[in-house]
């Protein structure tokens, strides 16, 4: 009995633990796409740099699929996520997620994890991007929006549609969030 009470306070202790080290931004359960799995961002990307990305499958800035799929699979190792959340904001985006899935898995390529659509701006913002434009100040004006969120979870950098995913200054960015001290991962 007394050691079962012992493992019942360790993983107590433990869960309060990693429940304080993540970060409010990440502090949300969200539905993958196409898919009834729900990933709790908290346990999977605490530690992690992370770029949040509001995507649409019929829109002129679509094809930063491919770049963003790039930063992905170069900087996964290293300890970067990239998170796709669709979003029909600027009605350019699917209203059946299978369709969405498809241009982003079958047209792009895509295997960073892509997230149910969402709202990214507006009173009816995801309580998640509300977090990320009160973090900047700034929501996002158009698709592929993207916010960086360094190793620590503090949220260091917001970039507009136009910032292709293989900007130099963009990287620069990514690489300075990969190396800050103190990370856990």
Not at 37 to 60: H, P, Q, R, W
Not at 61 to 71: D, K, N, R, S, V
Not at 134 to 142: A, C, L
């Amino acid at each position: 009995m007394k050691k079962l009470f012992a493992i019942a306070s360790l993983l107590a202790i433990t869960s309060t633990a990693s429940a304080n080290t993540c970060p409010d931004t990440l502090k949300h359960m969200k539905r993958k796409l196409n898919s009834q799995e729900v990933v709790n961002l908290c346990d999977e990307y605490a530690g992690k740099a992370v770029l949040f990305v509001n995507t649409a499958s019929k829109c002129g800035f679509t094809p930063q699929f491919e770049g963003l799929e790039a930063l992905y699979s170069n900087y996964k190792d290293d300890g970067l996520v990239v998170l796709g959340f669709p979003s029909n904001d600027f009605a350019q985006e699917y209203s059946d997620e299978s369709k969405t899935a498809e241009v982003c898995e079958l047209t792009y390529g895509v295997n960073f994890p892509m997230f149910e659509p969402i709202s990214v701006r507006g009173e009816n913002a995801d309580p998640l991007y509300a977090k990320l434009a009160e973090e900047t100040g700034k929501s996002p004006k158009w698709n592929f929006n993207k916010y960086l969120m360094d190793k620590n979870g503090k949220v260091v950098a917001h970039y507009g549609s136009r910032t292709k995913p293989d900007d130099e200054d963009f990287l620069s960015d990514v690489n300075a969030a990969l190396s800050v001290e103190g990370s856990s991962d």
